[in-house]
């Protein structure tokens, strides 16, 4: 398989592990990228509220390139994808709104014809490579490792944008991938919630309830880590965790919060710092400490 | 899915219970099952319960058409109207359903809940019209396509759906809710209105408005009538960025959002989290410092000098052209 490659403004600026992380899974499973360097911000939602139309003729000047290389893009992100997702939902049922946002393209010899698809690496392991194909690429099984998902807004909702009817793996892709690499889901209420990110400069008070509530229901329940496809989504529960913990409940910041290729990559029995665990607020020690206890095989 | 000759279909309910009477403040858990036709919604399967299973059992229901707005509770977790959910789309393979009153409001028995937050919170908005001038003669005729352009708030049925899953009153019960940003909407967009700028300027500026919206979306995907609160919301922000209402942080970090991409191609972080708590914060900047050296500690703080997307001059070209445009 073959992607064109949009990491994201975090993965490429402060979640710099997620990108370490990814391209060290992608190239174990042999799956071929050819980067978006031009490309722009998605506009994450955000640029949406002052200019809606901006933000779609930069994600429609996305998708013009990757269709020029024909090929689907591959995202790292649940806001990425989830921003990309409605816009692309947004002028493919428009005809009349794509020749507009096509008009401002024209200058830079581009043209969307609407046949680009986008997929978070979570979904493209899943519907492209095939959970039974990555498990080939495992060298241990994560067991008895407790695991809690958190998806991140935008890779939930809207399901129409999502295309969720369509793919119904979708809606627990995230649960599956967990049980994919033997580990066992923390199932918990908050798992489609907000994370707070947005809100973190707004509202902070608010911002670090949520991270607090999430982290800690989590770890009350038994897990070991809080697994997201979200970049934003860590930077709030990881980075945030110490002082929302202290400030809402009083205690420590005891739940790691790992990308999904970085779960992946224990599976392949890859090493803390390959994986980039070292970078992360709150200490992933004791989950690397317990996979590599984990007997491995050849 | 049930065979479609069969006449009946089993139904397996655990129905959140309450009762202040008796029960000293403390909720339970009750299993049900009903036989019931298989094209039957969830609702009439609790009111199978009521009849013939257990008459104690409280809920509200009037229309069994969607429109009375009575009977929302959460499905498997999610605020729905149960009167327009079939029990063959949420539980296709007879899986047990949990059944439990709506959330953000206070239960008063079983599936019950009271309206007063609801209500409370739409009466913070002023939800009438306040018309600054009265025609000289005749009526007030606002024109077809300003009436369309409110449709979607209109349709609004006052369930509570929204606010029962809204993520931010889960945390936050000042916060005024989807419901009544959606209903204030309506008003700020009706041209017989004369207290527009008041409006976004009230919603804009307390404690609870417009901007501690944390676009989760769940109010979008609950609402059973298409009103998309949380999209009334994101046109409410920029109205009043419109009228002028730049004194929040909400409003600082949408601008510097698009500033950066318009820069860089790209986010700026760093910039994105100084310009959010304003350049002049003091309190606000110290806040930030201590995160800012533990990312710097694990090799993580984002680049002081921000990543410019490749060619990122086309970028600024496309910003222009679409400015210049408007």
Known sequence: MKYAFYPGCVARGGAPELYDSALAVMERLGIEHVELTKAACTGAGVLQEKNLKMGDILNVRTFAMAEQMGLPIMVLCSTCQGVMSQANHRVKKDPEYLAEVNKHLAAEGLEYKGTTSVKHLLWALIEDIGLEKLKETFTRELTGMNMAPFYGCYMVRPTDALEFKA???RETSLEDLI???GGTVTDFAGKTACCGFPILFINQANSMKMVANHTGTAKDLGADAMVTPCPLCHLNLDG???KARKQVRGDKADLPVIHVPQLIGLAMGMSEKALGLQKHIVSTKEIVRKAEALPTRV | MPDAKQETMNVKLKVKRYDPADSGGKTWWQEYEVDIHPDSTVLDSLIEVREQNDGTLAMRCACRASICGSCGMKVNGT??????TRVVDVAPNGEQLIIEPMGNQHV??????????????IKRVEPFLQPDHVPAQGEYIASNSSMENLLTSMNCIMCGCCVSDCTVLEVDSNFIGPAALAKAWRFTEDPRDGKR????KTLNDEDGGMWDCTRCM???DVCPKGVAPMDRIMELREAAIEAGNTNTSGYRHTESFYNSVKKNGRLDETRLAIDSAGWTNLPRLLDLAPIGIAAMRKG??????PHKSEDNQKVKDLYKSVEDES
């Open chain 1, 167 to 169: 793919n119904p793996t």
């Open chain 2, 197 to 200: 700028d008041e409006r976004l």
């Open chain 1, 240 to 242: 945030y965790q110490p």
């Open chain 2, 79 to 84: 605020a729905k109207l149960v009167c327009k």
């Open chain 1, 179 to 181: 049980e994919a690499v």
């Open chain 2, 300 to 305: 993580k703080l984002p680049p002081l000098m």
């Open chain 2, 218 to 220: 769940k109010c979008v």
């Open chain 2, 108 to 121: 008063v028995k079983d599936l019950v809940i009271s309206l007063d937050t609801f209500f409370s919170q």
